[in-house]
């Protein structure tokens, strides 16, 4: 695993997106895997922009979300779905066979896992998975206790990951499950960002980082991963040795 720290969130968010362009400028069949949320979201408006303004072909590269809230419709504001949709296939104007996300109204979210995994295969797996972390330590919805080898999976949300994710809808929402993509994949990813940025982070990513791997902190699965990133600003950084 390797660190990399810059001044504030705007260089780690360009940092983040240059990198994925020019990725899919070398390899236009890039298979990508990315978490939604505050963290990620100026990386997928710069994305965006990047791909249109360089008129980089990304025409037959593979966007899969990782994540969603059991229950929600993707018209939802507050759904992963919602997010990606406005954010990035919208304005690039993807062809639905050009992504994958759970569907997690679906009254059976075991096959939904399959046919997660299922599509994971056909690709020939991930080439770069962009993820955050939460403030409990998951990844995804891979919350304290799970173990690093499950595939696709619908999780019991841990309470932190209930309430911090109220920050996402303009009401009060009762959040009980997440489906999400799993360690295995992401062990399997040829390379893994995981980014962090704020004070209020710092905590997390110094327990991502300099504590233990342990199952009942997700993600310091990253100091396992040969090819795995933690990207931080300035703020998120500032507890680590
Ligand atoms: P955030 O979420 O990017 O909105 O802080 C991170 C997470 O819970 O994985």
Avoid at 49 to 71: M, N, P, Q, R
Avoid at 153 to 163: G, I, Y
């Amino acid at each position: 695993m390797q660190f990399i720290s810059f001044k504030n969130y705007e260089q780690l968010s360009a940092y983040t997106a240059d990198h994925i362009v020019n990725a899919i400028k070398s390899k236009p069949d890039l298979v990508l895997c990315m978490a939604s949320g505050s963290t990620p979201s100026l990386t997928c408006d710069l994305l965006v922009e990047k791909l249109k303004d360089e008129h980089a072909d990304y025409s037959k590269f593979t966007f899969i979300g990782l994540d969603e809230w059991v229950g929600l419709p993707p018209a939802n504001s507050g759904s992963c779905h919602y997010f990606f949709k406005t954010k990035v296939f919208e304005p690039l104007q993807l062809r639905p066979s050009q992504y994958h996300l759970f569907d997690a109204t679906s009254n059976d979210l075991k096959k939904e896992c399959e046919r997660m995994d299922q599509f994971i295969d056909e690709k020939g797996g991930i080439d770069i998975m962009i993820v955050g972390i939460g403030m409990n330590g998951h990844i995804g919805f891979n919350e304290p206790g799970t173990s690093f080898s499950l595939l696709s999976h619908v999780a019991d949300l841990d309470e932190t990951t209930k309430s911090v994710g109220q920050k996402y809808f303009n009401g009060p929402v009762e959040l009980d499950k997440g489906i999400t993509i799993g360690f295995s994949h992401l062990m399997n990813t040829k390379k893994v960002f995981l980014l962090a940025n704020g004070r209020h982070k710092a905590e997390v990513v110094k327990k991502a980082i300099e504590g233990p791997v342990t199952e009942d902190f997700p993600a310091s699965i990253m100091q396992k991963h040969k090819n795995g990133f933690v990207v931080t600003d300035e703020e998120a950084a500032s507890l680590l040795k």
